[in-house]
Structure formats: structure tokens, C-alpha cells
């Protein structure tokens, strides 16, 4: 029966690596079916499952959020994202990012609150020092 | 024996800190461990791409993206500087720095005006002193850092390319070269470095869905998220590296200084007992 390298790749590592009869995937015009000797392919994908059928009939679900499928004769590699995308998404996190930016450059930094949490901390401690050792006094 | 009594303390505190750097410099070597997995993990994916995009490049020739286009002239370069989000690793962070101002007086000559995107706490310390226009920042990626939170930083430089703010963009960050060693290194992003030209060995073409130029956007995008990411993993294996190399040095100098000190603890005491037996001997000559 003829079969088909799958690999399933992400930036921050390999998802998946195996030999199939067909992979199944939502394309960004409709889901496709990829069977051995494809013609060579590349498309979009829409967030979605990626169904992997081995030999016997068994198929493993891997859910992605989106990416790129890259179809060869005998090879199909999914390039997945890791995060969810969409334009807007992106904007609202290019946003996020310079506020930060400008946040931490006019000294409003989460980096602050935490020293002052931190600093809190150390005065809490201290205080609670004291007060065990004028107790342990009055015992004594 | 009051000096005795000081030094014993003093050993007693170097003692502490030695086992907190010692433990520091375990954690670090066992993090290292890890960092140079997912250093490796992620190196498949960017190779992929990298095919994928070469491929469209010499598939597409009439189609070029704003990110693979030629060199225009520079007025303003970006700068995406990646650094650790924690201190006591060293030089590490201080080497880059040292460099990239260096690169920085070098642009400055020739009148190009640097803007800059930071990555780390450390990076954004730096340019809150020295001065210079950060247009986006992330902090905290922790060990474990996620692409999710490169994009927004990565987006914004993207746009003020492609709204010809800035003219290229390229990027600091640490090479590890092996546990001793760690290189900064400034590489350039954008415009894409043209790698080796090879002739199409066959005359095939993929099947676009749904066009050529729209994968190629999405690819391109990606492809330059991803090298962000895996610069900021290398550096993250720099910095557990450099740390581990600085606690060892620390924990040496800590079991030098305690050597040296029971010297001198040793010293005291013998002094102390000498005295006190004279006293007691004189006491005795004097009944």
C-alpha cells in the first residue's frame, strides 16, 4: 500500500513525524484529503483538526490553530502556528507591545509594582519579627 | 576570643552563599539542558519554511514581497534586542550591549538613526539609561517562551518596515557556541538575506490555495516570527550557560575565601588557648 511521510512541525518543536495512507486537513477553501502521490500543493489552513490514517485504518487527530500545508509526491508537512491568528489579533498585539514599551519607558512598569510588592513583603516580615520577639520577652 | 568568634560568623555566612550558588549554578546546568532541546526543536520548522519560501521566491519571480525586496537606502535601521530577563549570568548581557553600541556609533557615522525593539528585562534597563527609542517591548518570557508573545513585538517592527519608517531591521541577541562561550551576535532580518541562488533542479510548481502572493505573505511573516523565537531560545540556553559558568566561579571563590578564613579562624583560637595557658602557668609560678 503506498504511503506518505507526515510531519507536523511548529516553531517551538515537532508535533508529530510518521508515515500515513492519508492525511485529511481544513484547507482555507474546504477540507482536503491528501492521499500518496498528491501533486505538489501548498495552502493555507484554517484553524482545525489535521486527521493522520495510518495503514490499518487508525487515524490520530492533531488540533492546529492555523498555519501553512506543504504537499510533495511523498511528503506532507504541516507548518503550525502556535497561536491563534487573525489580523486584527495580531494588530491588538503589536498594540499591546508599544504600550508596554511606553509604559515601562515613563517608569509605570509592572516591573515597579513588583519591587514595591516585594519591598511590602520584606516590611511585613520584619514587623512580624518583631512582634514574636517582644512576645518570647514578655514569656522570658 | 572575640576575633575567633567573628571570623567563625563570617565563615558561616560565605558558607550560605556558597550553597545557594552552588545550587544556582545546578539548576542552570540542568535548564541549559533543556534550552538546547528547544533550540533544536525549532530548528525544523524555520528550515521548512525557509525551503518553502526559497521555492516561491524562484517560482514567483515577478512577485516580490516588501521583505525580500532590495536594499533601499538607510535612514533609520530597527534593532530587536534580546536579552535575559535575570542578572547574575555574567558578562552575558553586558557583552551585548557593548557591541550593539559599538554597531550603533557605526550607523550613527554614516547617519542612519537606530530605533530599537527589546526582548527582557535587562534590554529595556539598558536603553531606559542610555537613552534611544524603543518602540515595543516583552518581558518575562520566562524559560519556556512562547511564539504568541514575539508577535506583537515582532509585528511592530514589521509595520514601521513596511511603512518605510525604518529601512531594515536586524537583530542582537547571543550565539552559543558552546557552554563556555557565548558570541553576540547582530544579524540582518529584513530585507531577507538571499541565501545561495541554485537553479531550479526540476520544472514543477505547487498548487496555490488560494494564490501564490497570499502564502507567501503568510509564510514570510512566520518565517521571520520564527527566527525571532529562535534567537531568543539560543539566547535563553546563552544566558543558563553563562550563569552556570558564574555560579561554578563563585562557588570556587566562596571555598577559597572560607579556606583562607579558617586559616585565620585557626590562628585565633591557637592564640587564644597559647594565652590562656601562659595566664594559668604565671598564675601558678606567682602562688
Known amino acids: 500500500m503506498a504511503t506518505i511521510q507526515v510531519d507536523i512541525v511548529s516553531a517551538e518543536g515537532a508535533i508529530h513525524s510518521g508515515i500515513a495512507s492519508m492525511v485529511y486537513a481544513s484547507a482555507e477553501l474546504g477540507e482536503v484529503g491528501i492521499a500518496p502521490r498528491h501533486t505538489a500543493f501548498i495552502s493555507r489552513l484554517r484553524p ?36 491563534i491568528r487573525a489580523h486584527d489579533l495580531d494588530e491588538a498585539a503589536a498594540l499591546e507591545a508599544k ?39 514578655r514569656r522570658g | 576570643m572575640a576575633g575567633a568568634k567573628e571570623v567563625r560568623t563570617k565563615i558561616a555566612s560565605i558558607k550560605s552563599t556558597q550553597k545557594i550558588t552552588k545550587a544556582m549554578q545546578m539548576v542552570a546546568a540542568s535548564k541549559m539542558r533543556r534550552a538546547q532541546e528547544r533550540m533544536a526543536a525549532s530548528k525544523p520548522y524555520a528550515q521548512k519554511m525557509l525551503e518553502v519560501i526559497s521555492h516561491l521566491a524562484r517560482a514567483t519571480p515577478e512577485y516580490r514581497h516588501s521583505f525580500m525586496a532590495v536594499e533601499r537606502e538607510r ?14 549570568c555574567g558578562g552575558l548581557n ?38 534611544g527609542s524603543v518602540l515595543a517591548q516583552a518581558t518575562h518570557l520566562g524559560d519556556k517562551p512562547h511564539v504568541e508573545e514575539l508577535i506583537g513585538t515582532v509585528r511592530v517592527m514589521l509595520d514601521a ?46 498548487i496555490y490555495e488560494p494564490d501564490a502572493h497570499t502564502v507567501l505573505d503568510s509564510l514570510l511573516t512566520r518565517y521571520i516570527e ?37 586559616l585565620v579562624y585557626n590562628k585565633a583560637r591557637q592564640a587564644a588557648i597559647t594565652q590562656e595557658i601562659s595566664e594559668i602557668v604565671s598564675g601558678a609560678a606567682a602562688v
Not at chain 1, 101 to 109: H, K, N, S, V
Not at chain 2, 78 to 87: H, L, M, N, T
Request: hydrophobic share 45%; net charge neutral.
Open chain 2, 226 to 262: 520564527s527566527l525571532v523565537y529562535q534567537a531568543v531560545v539560543e539566547n535563553g540556553a546563552c544566558e543558563q550557560a553563562a550563569r552556570m559558568v558564574a555560579m561554578k566561579s563563585a562557588s570556587d571563590n566562596a571555598g577559597n575565601l572560607i579556606s583562607e578564613l579558617q
Open chain 2, 94 to 131: 553586558s557583552n551585548l550591549f557593548r557591541r550593539l553600541i559599538a554597531e550603533i556609533k557605526e550607523q550613527r557615522a554614516l547617519g542612519v538613526d537606530p530605533a530599537f525593539c527589546t526582548i527582557g528585562t535587562k534590554a529595556l534597563g539598558f536603553f531606559k539609561r542610555f537613552g
Open chain 2, 161 to 206: 518596515f513596511e511603512e518605510k519608517k525604518i529601512d531594515a531591521i536586524y537583530i542582537a541577541s547571543n550565539e552559543f557556541v558552546n557552554t563556555m562561550t557565548q558570541k553576540p551576535v547582530i544579524r540582518q532580518l529584513v530585507p531577507l538575506v538571499p541565501g545561495e541562488r541554485q537553479s531550479m533542479p526540476l520544472h514543477w510548481d505547487y
Open chain 1, 48 to 83: 482545525g483538526d489535521v486527521r493522520v490514517e495510518n495503514a490499518a485504518g487508525e487515524q490520530e487527530h492533531f488540533y492546529v490553530s492555523g498555519g501553512v500545508l506543504e504537499v510533495q509526491p511523498m511528503a506532507v508537512t504541516v507548518l503550525a502556528d502556535t497561536a
Open chain 1, 99 to 137: 504600550r508596554r514599551a511606553e509604559d515601562a519607558l515613563a517608569g509605570q512598569t509592572a516591573e515597579f509594582e513588583y519591587a514595591k510588592a516585594q519591598s511590602e513583603l520584606a516590611e511585613a516580615i520584619a514587623q512580624l519579627r518583631a512582634i514574636e520577639k517582644m512576645r518570647k520577652m
Open chain 2, 75 to 88: 535612514k533609520r535601521v530597527g534593532y530587536i534586542v534580546v536579552s535575559s530577563d535575570r542578572g547574575l
